[in-house]
Protein backbone atom coordinates (compact mmCIF):
# COMPACT_ATOMS: atom_id res chain seq x y z
CA UNK A 1 0.00 0.00 0.00
CA UNK A 2 2.66 2.64 0.78
CA UNK A 3 4.54 1.40 -2.87
CA UNK A 4 1.74 2.35 -4.21
CA UNK A 5 0.80 5.51 -2.42
CA UNK A 6 4.02 6.98 -2.54
CA UNK A 7 3.69 6.31 -6.52
CA UNK A 8 0.76 7.79 -6.81
CA UNK A 9 2.04 11.07 -4.83
CA UNK A 10 5.44 11.18 -7.30
CA UNK A 11 3.22 10.50 -10.49
CA UNK A 12 0.97 14.09 -9.44
CA UNK A 13 4.26 15.35 -8.40
CA UNK A 14 5.70 15.12 -12.15
CA UNK A 15 2.52 16.41 -13.66
CA UNK A 16 3.10 19.02 -11.24
CA UNK A 17 6.58 20.25 -11.50
CA UNK A 18 6.24 20.56 -15.42
CA UNK A 19 2.95 22.37 -15.40
CA UNK A 20 4.43 25.03 -12.94
CA UNK A 21 8.19 24.97 -14.63
CA UNK A 22 6.66 25.44 -18.00
CA UNK A 23 4.70 28.05 -16.28
CA UNK A 24 7.65 30.03 -14.70
CA UNK A 25 9.42 29.71 -17.62
CA UNK A 26 7.32 32.15 -18.84
CA UNK A 27 6.96 34.38 -15.92
CA UNK A 28 10.71 35.06 -15.51
CA UNK A 29 12.16 35.06 -19.14
CA UNK A 30 9.34 36.58 -20.79
CA UNK A 31 6.97 38.79 -18.38
CA UNK A 32 9.78 39.09 -15.63
CA UNK A 33 12.98 39.54 -17.20
CA UNK A 34 15.97 40.98 -15.03
CA UNK A 35 15.02 41.75 -11.41
CA UNK A 36 11.25 42.94 -12.49
CA UNK A 37 9.78 39.80 -10.77
CA UNK A 38 11.13 40.98 -7.02
CA UNK A 39 10.03 44.54 -7.54
CA UNK A 40 6.85 43.96 -8.82
CA UNK A 41 6.13 41.84 -5.84
CA UNK A 42 6.11 37.89 -6.97
CA UNK A 43 7.84 36.31 -4.50
CA UNK A 44 4.83 35.64 -2.53
CA UNK A 45 2.07 34.53 -5.20
CA UNK A 46 5.20 32.24 -6.41
CA UNK A 47 5.49 30.52 -3.24
CA UNK A 48 1.86 29.69 -2.83
CA UNK A 49 1.62 28.73 -6.31
CA UNK A 50 4.32 26.14 -5.63
CA UNK A 51 3.11 25.24 -2.10
CA UNK A 52 -0.25 24.69 -3.57
CA UNK A 53 0.79 22.75 -7.05
CA UNK A 54 4.11 21.07 -6.15
CA UNK A 55 3.56 20.39 -2.09
CA UNK A 56 0.16 20.53 -1.11
CA UNK A 57 -1.38 18.30 -4.11
CA UNK A 58 1.08 15.55 -4.32
CA UNK A 59 0.57 15.31 -0.33
CA UNK A 60 -3.20 15.04 -0.05
CA UNK A 61 -2.87 12.17 -3.37
CA UNK A 62 -0.05 10.25 -1.28
CA UNK A 63 -2.79 10.28 1.93
CA UNK A 64 -6.15 9.76 -0.20
CA UNK A 65 -4.57 7.51 -2.50
CA UNK A 66 -5.89 3.80 -1.88
CA UNK A 67 -6.12 0.93 -5.25
CA UNK A 68 -9.84 0.18 -5.58
CA UNK A 69 -11.60 2.94 -3.08
CA UNK A 70 -14.56 3.64 -4.76
CA UNK A 71 -14.15 7.73 -4.04
CA UNK A 72 -10.60 7.71 -5.49
CA UNK A 73 -11.77 9.00 -9.01
CA UNK A 74 -13.63 12.12 -7.26
CA UNK A 75 -10.86 12.63 -4.24
CA UNK A 76 -8.44 12.98 -6.87
CA UNK A 77 -10.74 15.34 -8.73
CA UNK A 78 -11.52 17.99 -6.09
CA UNK A 79 -7.69 17.95 -5.20
CA UNK A 80 -6.67 18.83 -9.29
CA UNK A 81 -9.89 21.62 -9.11
CA UNK A 82 -7.77 23.22 -6.17
CA UNK A 83 -4.76 22.85 -8.14
CA UNK A 84 -6.13 24.31 -11.11
CA UNK A 85 -7.74 26.87 -8.97
CA UNK A 86 -4.58 28.30 -7.36
CA UNK A 87 -2.73 27.99 -10.81
CA UNK A 88 -5.46 30.16 -12.63
CA UNK A 89 -5.43 32.61 -9.80
CA UNK A 90 -1.74 32.78 -9.92
CA UNK A 91 -1.87 33.03 -13.50
CA UNK A 92 -3.70 36.07 -13.51
CA UNK A 93 -2.25 37.76 -10.98
CA UNK A 94 0.97 37.38 -12.37
CA UNK A 95 -0.21 38.47 -15.57
CA UNK A 96 -2.24 41.80 -14.56
CA UNK A 97 0.96 42.53 -12.68
CA UNK A 98 4.03 42.02 -15.15
CA UNK A 99 5.60 45.10 -17.11
CA UNK A 100 3.89 45.47 -20.52
CA UNK A 101 6.55 48.37 -20.49
CA UNK A 102 9.55 49.65 -18.85
CA UNK A 103 8.80 53.67 -19.21
CA UNK A 104 11.42 56.77 -19.04
CA UNK A 105 8.79 59.75 -17.53
CA UNK A 106 10.73 62.83 -15.46
CA UNK A 107 13.04 61.62 -14.25
CA UNK A 108 12.99 57.69 -13.65
CA UNK A 109 12.27 54.66 -15.30
CA UNK A 110 8.45 53.11 -14.60
CA UNK A 111 7.14 49.51 -15.12
CA UNK A 112 4.38 49.62 -16.16
CA UNK A 113 1.94 46.47 -15.83
CA UNK A 114 -0.57 45.04 -18.05
CA UNK A 115 -3.84 45.87 -15.79
CA UNK A 116 -2.56 49.97 -16.26
CA UNK A 117 -2.40 50.20 -19.72
CA UNK A 118 -3.77 50.03 -22.82
CA UNK A 119 -1.20 49.25 -25.73
CA UNK A 120 -3.90 49.99 -28.48
CA UNK A 121 -3.83 53.97 -27.78
CA UNK A 122 -0.76 53.77 -28.68
CA UNK A 123 0.29 56.15 -31.96
CA UNK A 124 3.30 54.73 -32.77
CA UNK A 125 2.98 51.04 -33.77
CA UNK A 126 5.95 49.74 -32.60
CA UNK A 127 4.25 50.59 -28.74
CA UNK A 128 0.96 48.56 -29.60
CA UNK A 129 2.63 45.38 -28.20
CA UNK A 130 0.49 42.21 -26.94
CA UNK A 131 0.13 42.48 -23.19
CA UNK A 132 1.20 39.01 -23.51
CA UNK A 133 4.71 39.54 -24.75
CA UNK A 134 8.11 40.73 -23.66
CA UNK A 135 8.15 44.41 -21.79
CA UNK A 136 8.59 47.55 -24.45
CA UNK A 137 11.28 50.36 -23.53
CA UNK A 138 9.34 53.14 -24.12
CA UNK A 139 10.14 57.40 -23.58
CA UNK A 140 7.12 58.99 -22.19
CA UNK A 141 6.63 62.70 -24.01
CA UNK A 142 5.15 65.64 -22.61
CA UNK A 143 2.47 67.07 -25.19
CA UNK A 144 2.15 70.69 -26.32
CA UNK A 145 -1.22 71.41 -25.41
CA UNK A 146 -1.09 73.05 -22.20
CA UNK A 147 -4.03 71.97 -20.26
CA UNK A 148 -3.34 68.48 -21.49
CA UNK A 149 0.08 69.05 -19.86
CA UNK A 150 -0.97 70.48 -16.55
CA UNK A 151 -3.73 67.78 -16.16
CA UNK A 152 -0.81 64.90 -16.58
CA UNK A 153 1.23 66.66 -14.18
CA UNK A 154 -1.36 67.00 -11.68
CA UNK A 155 -2.41 63.34 -11.68
CA UNK A 156 1.51 62.16 -12.13
CA UNK A 157 0.77 59.56 -14.67
CA UNK A 158 2.25 60.07 -17.98
CA UNK A 159 4.09 56.87 -18.13
CA UNK A 160 0.09 54.85 -18.28
CA UNK A 161 -0.67 56.70 -21.24
CA UNK A 162 0.43 54.95 -24.56
CA UNK A 163 -0.65 57.57 -26.61
CA UNK A 164 2.70 59.66 -25.73
CA UNK A 165 5.32 57.04 -26.20
CA UNK A 166 8.17 57.98 -28.07
CA UNK A 167 11.40 55.75 -28.81
CA UNK A 168 13.72 56.05 -25.83
CA UNK A 169 17.13 56.57 -28.14
CA UNK A 170 15.36 59.25 -29.95
CA UNK A 171 15.79 61.47 -26.51
CA UNK A 172 19.11 59.92 -24.98
CA UNK A 173 20.67 63.25 -24.95
CA UNK A 174 18.10 64.94 -23.35
CA UNK A 175 17.00 61.46 -21.06
CA UNK A 176 20.98 61.40 -20.13
CA UNK A 177 21.20 65.25 -18.58
CA UNK A 178 19.27 63.92 -15.74
CA UNK A 179 21.23 60.57 -14.73
CA UNK A 180 22.35 60.10 -11.58
CA UNK A 181 25.92 60.89 -10.63
CA UNK A 182 27.67 57.07 -10.13
CA UNK A 183 30.06 58.63 -8.01
CA UNK A 184 26.90 59.99 -5.70
CA UNK A 185 25.16 56.30 -5.78
CA UNK A 186 27.50 53.89 -5.47
CA UNK A 187 29.70 55.10 -2.36
CA UNK A 188 29.65 52.25 -0.08
CA UNK A 189 31.68 49.08 -0.83
CA UNK A 190 29.02 46.57 -0.63
CA UNK A 191 27.33 49.36 -3.91
CA UNK A 192 31.29 49.98 -5.68
CA UNK A 193 31.09 45.92 -5.78
CA UNK A 194 27.55 45.63 -7.26
CA UNK A 195 28.51 47.93 -9.58
CA UNK A 196 31.83 46.50 -10.70
CA UNK A 197 30.17 43.05 -11.45
CA UNK A 198 27.69 44.66 -13.45
CA UNK A 199 29.90 46.64 -15.52
CA UNK A 200 32.76 43.72 -15.60
CA UNK A 201 35.38 45.65 -16.98
CA UNK A 202 33.41 47.90 -19.15
CA UNK A 203 33.91 51.96 -18.62
CA UNK A 204 31.72 53.39 -16.16
CA UNK A 205 31.21 56.38 -18.10
CA UNK A 206 29.50 54.72 -21.27
CA UNK A 207 26.35 54.12 -19.13
CA UNK A 208 24.03 56.39 -17.85
CA UNK A 209 21.83 55.72 -13.84
CA UNK A 210 18.60 56.54 -13.22
CA UNK A 211 15.88 55.20 -10.21
CA UNK A 212 13.71 52.48 -11.93
CA UNK A 213 10.55 51.84 -9.95
CA UNK A 214 8.51 49.01 -9.28
CA UNK A 215 5.46 48.45 -7.11
CA UNK A 216 7.06 47.29 -4.16
CA UNK A 217 11.10 47.78 -4.53
CA UNK A 218 12.76 49.83 -6.41
CA UNK A 219 16.16 49.64 -8.41
CA UNK A 220 18.75 51.16 -10.72
CA UNK A 221 18.50 51.10 -14.23
CA UNK A 222 21.46 51.49 -16.51
CA UNK A 223 21.24 52.82 -19.81
CA UNK A 224 23.93 52.63 -22.50
CA UNK A 225 24.58 56.61 -23.12
CA UNK A 226 25.66 55.75 -27.16
CA UNK A 227 22.79 53.74 -28.25
CA UNK A 228 19.74 54.11 -25.63
CA UNK A 229 19.32 50.84 -24.88
CA UNK A 230 18.82 49.20 -21.88
CA UNK A 231 22.03 47.61 -20.11
CA UNK A 232 20.56 46.05 -17.43
CA UNK A 233 19.43 46.82 -13.90
CA UNK A 234 21.19 47.07 -10.42
CA UNK A 235 20.27 45.38 -7.48
CA UNK A 236 20.31 48.89 -4.79
CA UNK A 237 17.78 51.96 -3.76
CA UNK A 238 18.23 54.61 -6.13
CA UNK A 239 17.27 57.22 -3.73
CA UNK A 240 20.09 56.47 -1.00
CA UNK A 241 23.26 58.50 -2.26
CA UNK A 242 26.30 57.87 -0.47
Request: proline share 5%; no cysteine; net charge neutral.
Amino acid sequence: MLKQKLKAALVHLAISAFVITTFLLLTFFIWYPSSYAEMNGLKNIIHLLIGIDLILGPLLTFIIFKKGKSSLKFDLSVIAIIQLAALSYGAIAVYQGHPVYVVYAGDRFELVSAVDVNPEKAKIDEFKVSTFGFPKVAYAKMPDDIKTRNNLLFSDDIEEHPEYYQPLNKYINEIVKHAIDPAKLFVTEDKKEKLNRFLNNNNVDNFAFFPLVGKEKDAVMVVSRETGEIAGTIDIDPWVRG
